[in-house]
């Protein structure tokens, strides 16, 4: 049964779009599902392994470091660092309305709200990344993916 509705869908599109159309259909959505993969990566790796403890344990915990962030945006005027910021939270919002989108088709919904919430400043956002952290599976993904990259795993509350 489910074969026979699989040839009968594959023949339509195949009659509707093409084949050329169906493969470059195929060939965009791969590729941009590695593009995906690496930012969220990159993402998840930039980030301090303290990020997502409470601010007052990271205050009690954390030794002087300076951030990838600090010294790269000290000699920019107000504007630049004013438009990287809009950028920064666009960029976020982005991955949040991704992540939703990811939650009913194939992705890491959870993981791509995640690094979007934290590009987005609002209040209460702690909180909320604290509700997704709660899930193990999303805690083991992000310390699996800094693990590959050879970054400590994060702490968490």
Same mark, same amino acid.
Request: proline share 2%; net charge positive; charged share 0%.
């Given at each position: 049964m489910i074969l026979e509705y699989y040839?009968?869908? *594959?023949?339509?599109? #195949? !009659?509707?779009?093409?084949?050329?159309?169906?493969?470059?259909?195929?060939?965009?959505?791969?590729?941009?599902?590695?593009?995906?993969?690496?930012?969220? *990566?990159?993402?998840? #790796? !930039?980030l301090d392994k303290q990020y997502f403890m409470s601010k007052k344990d990271a205050a009690d915990n954390l030794a002087v470091t300076v951030g990838n962030d600090g010294g790269n945006l000290l000699h920019l005027s107000s504007s630049v660092k004013y438009l990287l910021h809009i950028v920064k939270i666009l960029v976020g919002i982005c991955l949040v309305i991704l992540g939703i989108i990811m939650l009913v088709l194939p992705g890491q919904g959870l993981i791509t709200i995640l690094v979007g919430l934290s590009l987005i400043p609002f209040p209460g956002k702690h909180k909320l990344e604290q509700h997704i952290l709660a899930k193990q599976s999303v805690r083991s993904t992000l310390n699996w993916i800094r693990i590959k990259a050879k970054k400590d795993p994060f702490i968490f509350d």
């Open positions: 040839s009968r869908i *594959s023949a339509y599109l #195949t !009659q509707t779009f093409g084949p050329n159309v169906i493969f470059f259909t195929v060939l965009i959505t791969s590729i941009t599902s590695v593009v995906y993969f690496i930012i969220v *990566s990159y993402s998840v #790796t !930039q």
